[in-house]
């Protein structure tokens, strides 16, 4: 990457590091491991061709089990994030390798920069930082390397304070400019192997600053009070799609009768409280022809119990309605079990924290104890952040109802719907026993 950006682009770099590898490749052997690393630079070059001017992005391996792709010719950061999602799907795909068939998940974290090229291991550290975000904080893949998130104040660096005014006046015209979109993660059940529906994830790309992440952005909707319009934009495009997702199920079956797909969307504080979400919630889904039970909101355990009576009456008012109720991060407090009693949820969804402990240490014993409290209490139950084989035996073998993660798919744009559901189709029949 010698050469500058060139007018009206950008330039990247991605990470691309797979997710528990070293245990893949220690059951493998290494000539096997090897071979699959050598597909993954082959897909990768695949995904990589000539530029315009010729600058080929270049490709590379740099660990045991990561990769680089840089350039500095991109077209734009929607350009970025679009090569970044195909990386994705491609090496999601199943590997075969002595025989066997290794299906593996990445995660990618980026950096973009505008002007001259920085120094190689500057890009390298704030990219790295951003992997590491997703590998180890949660972030969803792909991530990009945030300034504001990643320095302390004090610390030669932005204060995260000083980037809020620019946020907020990039926040301010966002919807307006059509900058927000919605990326799509699948749920299977684990009774009958159907895909069930999928969560709405909103995500935004700033022609200024490219992807933020939305733990840098929600805050300050929430802050400003635009959250409520946007989430209303983020309700109406998802029972949109799925009105047509139900149309084409039916298509498919030869029946007039609609699936039972269902969208969900998560509601933050501000949502939640508004007295006029269940008019809302009714005007839209009349307008899409949509059933109001097919409508899931997700509403966070900390947020119920932080809210307390005003909460109770909001969930009162969308079940009411006829919409359905999910508590997010269930079991990640002590009262997850006065969470059951007192919102009287339709279903609950595992926090990530009770889901990586089986892999982390192998003990099952708070997964067992809250899927039986909920199941007890006629709750089903879904797992979220579902990303090992060993996590899916674990949640099969107490029973939950319905998983979401990457052992299934990562999120999609929308965009990519028509050209994904066969894939994630046959993934899902691969994850059944």
Not at 5 to 25: K, M, R, T
Not at 160 to 182: I, M
Not at 346 to 369: F, M
Request: hydrophobic fraction near 45%.
């Amino acid at each position: 990457m010698r050469h500058p950006v060139p007018s009206g682009g950008v330039g990247a770099l991605l990470l691309i590091g797979f997710d528990h590898f070293a245990e893949a490749a220690a059951s493998l052997g290494p000539l096997a491991a090897r071979n699959v690393m050598v597909e993954c630079a082959s897909r990768l070059q695949a995904l990589c061709p000539q530029a315009v001017d010729g600058a080929a992005p270049v490709v590379g391996r740099i660990g045991p089990e990561t990769f680089a792709v840089a350039s500095a010719a991109f077209a734009s950061a929607q350009a970025v994030h679009d090569l970044a999602r195909r990386i994705s799907a491609s090496l999601t795909r199943p590997f075969i390798t002595a025989g066997y068939e290794l299906v593996c998940s990445c995660s990618i974290g980026m950096t973009m920069f505008d002007g001259p090229p920085a120094d190689a291991a500057r890009l390298i550290e704030q990219a790295d930082r951003a992997l590491f975000h997703v590998q180890h904080g949660g972030e969803q893949s792909p991530a990009m390397y945030a300034p504001a998130a990643a320095s302390t104040p004090g610390a030669g660096g932005n204060d995260p304070v000083s980037e809020h005014p620019r946020l907020a006046a990039q926040l301010r015209h966002a919807l307006a400019r059509r900058q927000f979109s919605l990326n799509l993660q699948p749920q299977l059940s684990l009774i009958n192997g159907q895909i069930v529906g999928y969560e709405f994830l909103l995500r935004w790309i700033s022609p200024e600053l490219g992807g933020v992440a939305p733990t840098d952005f929600l805050p300050i909707l929430e802050q400003t009070g635009g959250i409520r319009e946007v989430g209303h934009w983020v309700l109406d495009n998802a029972a949109q799609m799925l009105a047509g997702l139900q149309r084409e199920e039916a298509e498919r079956a030869g029946t007039a009768r609609q699936p039972d797909l269902h969208a969900a969307v998560n509601l933050s504080d501000a949502q939640l409280l508004d007295p006029r979400l269940s008019d809302v919630v009714r005007d839209i889904a009349a307008r899409h022809a949509v059933p109001t039970a097919r409508l899931v909101f997700e509403v966070s355990e900390h947020t119920l119990l932080r809210a307390g009576a005003a909460a109770r009456q909001a969930v009162d008012a969308l079940h009411t309605c006829g919409a359905r109720v999910a508590v997010e991060d269930f079991g990640a407090t002590a009262h997850s079990l006065d969470c059951l009693a007192q919102f009287r949820p339709d279903q609950v969804k595992l926090d990530r924290g009770v889901v990586s402990a089986v892999s982390g240490t192998g003990d099952d014993t708070a997964l067992r104890r809250l899927v039986a409290a909920a199941h007890d209490a006629g709750v089903p139950v879904t797992a979220t952040r579902v990303e090992t084989a060993a996590q899916l035996q674990a949640l099969r073998a107490c029973r939950c109802d319905v998983i979401q993660g990457y052992l299934l798919s990562q999120p999609f744009p929308a965009r990519w719907i028509d050209d994904t559901q066969g894939v994630i189709a046959e993934r899902a029949r691969d994850l059944m026993p």
